[in-house]
Nanobody
Framework: QVQLVESGGGLVQAGGSLRLSCAASGRTISSYFMGWFRQAPGKEREFVAA????????YYADSVKGRFTISRDNAKNTVYLQMNSLKPEDTAVYYC?????????????????WGQGTQVTVSS
């Protein structure tokens, strides 16, 4: 069993930056693919970014490519999401999750052990 706790969300003006953290406990996540997803009010949860076990491969949704950076520190059992040039449409609850099952990295059905989420609000 893995417990994930997201933090770092908040209110920021458009163009600003935030760094989200996802701290894992209960089990090491160093051998797992990890992902970030987000859910805006009234919308389905969507893929944001993913990273392989070593951090050597990263993947992004087109909407955040070039603005967001996913990284990990396996020694700290933590995954990060650096978000720059934030836009109002980035407003959502952001979740991290462990990819346990087969399938594409951008399909949430392949993920388990979701955190409780952290709210990101970008004002215009």
């Amino acid at each position: 069993q893995v417990q994930l706790v997201e933090s770092g969300g908040g209110l920021v003006q458009a163009g600003g930056s935030l760094r989200l953290s996802c701290a894992a406990s209960g089990r090491t996540i160093s051998s797992y693919f990890m992902g970030w997803f987000r859910q805006a009010p009234g919308k389905e949860r969507e893929f944001v970014a993913a990273i392989n076990w070593s951090g050597g491969s990263t993947y992004y949704a087109d909407s955040v490519k070039g603005r967001f950076t996913i990284s990990r520190d396996n020694a700290k059992n933590t995954v990060y999401l650096q978000m720059n040039s934030l836009k109002p449409e980035d407003t959502a609850v952001y979740y991290c999750a462990v990819k346990l099952y087969s399938g594409s990295y951008n399909y949430q059905d392949g993920y388990a052990y979701w955190g409780q989420g952290t709210q990101v609000t970008v004002s215009s």
